[in-house]
């Protein structure tokens, strides 16, 4: 079984640029989360997806977007890059996050952001 | 979990030993947790969980410990190997799958 697949791996931009990632998820998987990683701030939560709707969303500003697809693939976008908005940005996916025994994220390998 | 900024707590330990690491949660009101390794060029990937009912959780030589009381969690790792050689994350989970992520510490076994 394919794990979570996100591409680009690497991509550089430049300020004021926008930029889109995308996931796909474990097959079967509905649920798709993203995570922002940095050395400063760590590890932090962005939105996540589920049945195409935005479910939950961490304290990012507008600029951070995403969206789900019927096939759970997922893409968030970066619009107006800014200097700090370079990260590995991380997708996760699970079964169903409201079943009691499947809350198991897995996660892709990243896309590496580098805003220059 | 609190976020350690750019410098990781580092533990560094003997191939063969155990290993112990820790975390502070930081939301009483979580009810599931989960252990994380993250090695270079890579995501994270799981470990074992424990829900907030359980006190203690085994998997193969893995070994988490919840104490609720004093918001703590730790991951014991039995007779380390050089594979185990990464950072390790705690999380908590607050609603759905919308993770808070301890800021890690780096696991570096010495051969």
């Known amino acids: 079984k394919a794990g979570v697949t996100q591409t680009p791996r690497y991509l550089i931009k430049t300020r004021g640029q926008q930029v889109t990632l995308s996931c796909s998820p474990i097959?079967?998987?509905?649920?798709v989360s993203w995570y922002q990683q940095t050395p400063g701030q760590g590890l932090q939560f962005l939105f996540e997806y589920f049945s195409e709707t935005q479910r939950n969303k961490g304290n990012f500003p507008g600029r951070f977007s995403g969206r789900q697809f019927s096939n759970s693939r997922s893409e968030m976008n970066v619009s107006t890059l800014e200097l700090g908005d370079s990260a590995l940005y991380l997708c996760?996916?699970?079964?169903?996050?409201?079943?009691?025994?499947?809350?198991?994220?897995?996660f892709g390998s990243g896309t590496q952001l580098s805003v220059l | 979990g609190e976020s350690v900024g750019l410098h990781l707590p580092t533990l560094s330990v003997q191939e063969g030993d155990n290993s112990i690491i820790n975390c502070a949660y930081s939301?009483?009101?979580?009810?599931?947790f989960i252990w994380y390794k993250q090695e270079s060029g890579k995501g994270p990937q799981f470990i074992i969980d424990?829900?907030?009912?359980?006190d203690k959780r085994q998997g193969q030589r893995v070994t988490v410990l919840l104490n609720k009381t004093v918001k703590h969690l730790s991951l014991q790792i039995a007779a380390t190997q050089p594979g185990d050689s990464a950072v390790y994350f705690c999380?908590?989970?607050?609603?759905?799958?919308?993770?808070?992520f301890g800021g890690g510490t780096r696991l570096m076994v010495k051969p």
């Open positions: 996760a996916s699970s079964l169903d996050p409201e079943a009691a025994t499947n809350e198991k994220l897995f």
């Open positions: 999380a908590e989970n607050n609603a759905g799958n919308m993770l808070t």
């Open positions: 424990i829900r907030s009912n359980m």
């Open positions: 939301n009483s009101a979580s009810d599931y």
């Open positions: 097959s079967g998987h509905r649920s």
